[in-house]
């Protein structure tokens, strides 16, 4: 019972502290956005936005660790006595650089298996004359082909702007805008929505 009146006392004078800040890359000139700022023993935390700005609500004495795939993890302890509710942080996180080592993917256990089998395969020739290269032919197979990686790259990176700028950025709302207006009001003068029947 006295364990259980010390901690609760210990939790009572722990001021809460809002903790803010910016998270930098190693060299200062770009902010991270997605570190994962937490508390490992409270099991909550935030994560930084677009222009790596981070709030959260802190006790005194706690740990805060900041952590992003491919750069080191850092750790922040709260001071035990704040003067002020409030903390402000500037953090810079280095690169985590992982020397992984080589990997060959070959679809064959051995090389004398590969040559066997591109011996083995039956391809057809393909005439290269201007008819083949004409570009009705040219459409036809770009259409048949898969997305190369780059592609599939620029198609992920954009839909990652799109999740970011969704989830952090101001949504435009048709009904407010005033050039949305005159340009509705101005076809509503010229009789755009009369119907021609």
Same mark, same amino acid.
């Given at each position: 019972?006295?364990?259980?009146?010390?901690?609760?006392?210990?939790?009572?004078?722990?001021?809460?502290?809002?903790?803010?800040?910016?998270?930098?890359?190693?060299?200062?000139?770009?902010?991270?956005?997605?570190?994962?700022?937490?508390?490992?023993?409270?099991?909550?935390?935030?994560?930084?936005?677009?222009?790596?700005?981070?709030?959260?609500?802190?006790?005194?004495? #706690?740990?805060?660790?900041? =952590?992003?795939?491919? @750069?080191?993890?850092? /750790?922040?302890?709260? $001071? *035990?006595?704040?003067?002020?509710?409030?903390?402000?942080?500037?953090?810079?996180?280095?690169?985590?650089?992982?020397?992984?080592?080589?990997?060959?993917?070959?679809?064959?256990?051995?090389?004398?298996?590969?040559?066997?089998?591109?011996?083995?395969?039956?391809?057809?020739?393909?005439?290269? #004359?201007?008819?083949?290269? =004409?570009?009705?032919? @040219?459409?036809?197979? /770009?259409?048949?082909? $898969? *997305?190369?990686?780059?592609?599939?790259?620029?198609?992920?990176?954009?839909?990652?702007?799109?999740?970011?700028?969704?989830?952090?950025?101001?949504?435009?709302?048709?009904?407010?805008?005033?050039?949305?207006?005159?340009?509705?009001?101005?076809?509503?003068?010229?009789?755009?929505?009369?119907?021609?029947?």
């Amino acid at each position: 019972m006295l364990t259980a009146n010390a901690h609760a006392q210990d939790t009572q004078e722990k001021k809460v502290v809002q903790l803010s800040g910016i998270i930098l890359n190693a060299d200062s000139t770009s902010a991270v956005s997605g570190v994962n700022v937490y508390v490992p023993r409270k099991g909550r935390g935030t994560s930084s936005n677009q222009f790596g700005y981070f709030s959260l609500p802190v006790a005194e004495g #706690d740990s805060v660790v900041f =952590s992003f795939v491919g @750069l080191k993890n850092q /750790a922040f302890k709260v $001071p *035990a006595k704040v003067a002020k509710d409030k903390l402000s942080l500037i953090l810079t996180m280095a690169q985590d650089e992982i020397a992984l080592g080589e990997v060959e993917v070959m679809p064959y256990p051995t090389e004398e298996e590969f040559k066997q089998a591109v011996l083995a395969m039956n391809v057809e020739e393909i005439p290269l #004359d201007r008819g083949n290269l =004409s570009p009705q032919m @040219l459409l036809r197979w /770009a259409e048949q082909m $898969p *997305a190369s990686a780059n592609e599939n790259f620029r198609t992920f990176q954009s839909g990652q702007m799109q999740q970011l700028q969704d989830r952090y950025g101001p949504r435009s709302f048709p009904l407010l805008n005033p050039f949305a207006w005159a340009e509705f009001i101005k076809s509503i003068k010229r009789g755009d929505l009369k119907n021609n029947d």
